[in-house]
T-cell receptor, first 112, second 116 residues
């Protein structure tokens, strides 16, 4: 069936380095993508989103890239900080039935 | 803006009892609310989608008589876990959107349910 998946279960980076978290999606009809950050014991927190008519969107220290050709989504975090340590989920929305499908999640660990 | 709260944040109950979880949008009117379930170290699984004043739409495999959802107003949705059993223990998270369902969902802090 259709699914959203992440390539790596964990990512460890040095404080101050840039982080790149990747996500593959399989539903070519998806037109809206979101990255969420979830800290332990808390609900997901919206980070950034992108619609399918764009290939790049920037926020504060974060950038999302969308490659529709290979159905790949990535989240780049600049100058990673200890507070960025969390589980990151990508999610897709097809727009048709309007539900979010979440990827499996990747744990980002920032080394001081 | 776009703050969603949940109450309680955690609850422990005996097997066979029912538990109600509230989800509120604090600073916006939520036309659509969603309920998710999350097991440890796993992703979020959508349980149901609810629109104010209408019946909830449940995902395949989710028992609607087990998980009762009421979306009585544009700022409040409730999830009642009826006759809870230990296997219902989980992290329940709601989200809300203030546009069409395709708009961004804002999540509550979650409710940890433990059934003894």
């Amino acid at each position: 069936g259709e699914s959203v998946g992440l390539h790596l279960p964990t990512l460890s980076v040095q404080e101050g380095d840039n982080s790149i978290i990747n996500c593959a999606y399989s539903n070519s009809a998806s037109d809206y993508f979101i990255w969420y950050k979830q800290e332990s014991g808390k609900g997901p927190q919206f980070i950034i989103d992108i619609r399918s008519n764009m290939d790049k969107r920037q926020g504060q220290r974060v950038t999302v890239l969308l490659n529709k050709t290979v159905k790949h989504l990535s989240l780049q975090i600049a100058a990673t900080q200890p507070g960025d340590s969390a589980v990151y989920f990508c999610a897709e929305n097809t727009g048709a039935n309007s539900k979010l499908t979440f990827g499996k999640g990747i744990t980002l660990s920032v080394r001081p | 803006g776009a703050v969603v709260s949940q109450h309680p944040s955690w609850v422990i109950c005996k097997s066979g009892t029912s538990v109600k979880i509230e989800c509120r949008s604090l600073d916006f009117q939520a036309t659509t609310m969603f309920w998710y379930r999350q097991f440890p170290k796993q992703s979020l699984m959508l349980m149901a989608t609810s629109n104010e004043g209408s019946k909830a739409t449940y995902e395949q495999g989710v028992e609607k008589d087990k998980f009762l959802i009421n979306h009585a107003s544009l700022t409040l949705s409730t999830l009642t876990v009826t006759s809870a059993h230990p296997e219902d223990s989980s992290f329940y998270i709601c989200s809300a959107s203030y546009g069409w369902v395709t708009d961004t969902q804002y999540f509550g802090p979650g409710t940890r349910l433990t059934v003894l």
